[in-house]
């Protein structure tokens, strides 16, 4: 049996804009981050520059649920919790990958394969659903989360 990973790099497209520039650019940094695992792609999991990629990662993608998060929040998006609940769920999976990596369980290709399929997934399924509700808000509110 095998399994079959993804080994693209993500290239973003207006079909994962959720329609405010902000948050987009936030997606963007995110994909950016995630694509330079794979140019790590032959190192072991715990050499530094891979270490540095996943503290930038989960260091950005907390600023990012958090802004986003807060956006939810003034546009009074009813799926708020639900939301919040996926970006823990992601966190708490990074931080076991990251521990798996430390007793050299898990593998670059691996991690690259599940963030890249989280990055998709996740923007796809769950941040479009709040598209309509943070096109209400304001311009100025669109643009400076907290
Ligand atoms: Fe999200
Ligand atoms: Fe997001």
């Keep these: ?12 497209n207006e079909a994962f804009s959720v329609g405010v520039d902000l948050l987009d650019q936030h997606h963007q940094h995110l994909a950016h981050l995630i694509n330079q695992l794979a140019e790590h792609s032959g190192e072991d999991l715990r050499s530094e520059g891979i ?5 930038s990662l ?3 993608a907390e600023y990012h649920f958090r802004e986003e998060e807060e956006l ?12 919040r609940q996926e970006h823990l ?14 007793l050299g369980i898990v ?5 690259f394969s599940y963030l ?10 769950e941040d479009m659903k709040y598209k309509p ?7 100025q509110q669109r643009g400076q989360a907290a």
């Design 1 to 12: 049996m095998s399994t079959r990973y993804e080994t693209q790099p993500i290239a973003w």
């Design 51 to 55: 270490v540095d990629i996943l503290s």
């Design 58 to 60: 989960v260091a950005y």
């Design 72 to 83: 939810m929040s003034l546009a009074s998006y009813h799926e708020l919790e639900e939301h």
């Design 89 to 102: 769920h992601f966190c708490e999976v990074i931080s076991e990958t990251c521990y798996g990596a430390s």
């Design 107 to 111: 593998g670059v290709k691996e991690l």
């Design 116 to 125: 890249t399929r989280w990055w998709r997934n996740h923007i796809l399924l």
């Design 133 to 139: 509700f943070l096109s209400t808000l304001p311009e």
